[in-house]
């Protein structure tokens, strides 16, 4: 949820005066998190045998909060396209590993309602972001929002990675109990 943020309409060309017509740097930055994307998803069956998916989702994280970081450091709008790949791991990585999470949480009996609680999850993340992205980029501006959004993932992160271990360290899901 808190990696849809930026979802809000508002893409990397905006965080400066772009000399580029917004059309052509949002078709240039979705080319290049595409290239990457695409990739990832024809692998994901070999990828997810050899990453669990905290660790996929981790790496996602940690590929978004460096994207974000170079949103809020950068003052020419072309330097986003050396970054923007790191969306298509961003996308394609967070997408296999919570397909893969899903499953693993759900009774069989419930895979069906665990990825329908994904999608879910998703469009609130969207929701949230579109809104809450909106609110504060009209408040303080495109910069602050993508550093709030970067130390926002960061933080729940490093929770995340937390739970993932002392999960793995004591053999259960943390505080999750499907046996019923």
Known sequence: MLMDYPRSGVGPHTLCSSPWPSVRATLVA???HVICEVPLFVVAPWLSR??????ML?????????????????????????VEPLHGV?????????????????PPHL????????????????????????AVMQWAGSTVAYGVAGVL???AAVVY???AWIERRHGGVVGVDLAD
């Open 30 to 32: 979705k080319a290049g």
């Open 50 to 55: 050899r990453l669990s998916a905290p660790a």
């Open 58 to 82: 981790l790496i996602a994280m940690a590929c978004y909060v460096v994207q974000v970081a170079v949103y809020v450091c950068i003052s020419d709008p072309r330097y986003v396209l050396f």
């Open 90 to 106: 961003t996308f394609s990585l967070m997408n296999i590993a919570t397909v893969a999470e899903a499953s693993r949480l759900a």
């Open 111 to 134: 895979q069906a309602t665990g990825q329908a609680f994904i999608s879910v999850v998703r469009t609130v993340g969207t929701i949230v972001g579109t809104v809450g992205g909106s």
């Open 153 to 155: 993932v960061a933080t």
């Open 161 to 163: 990675g937390l739970v």
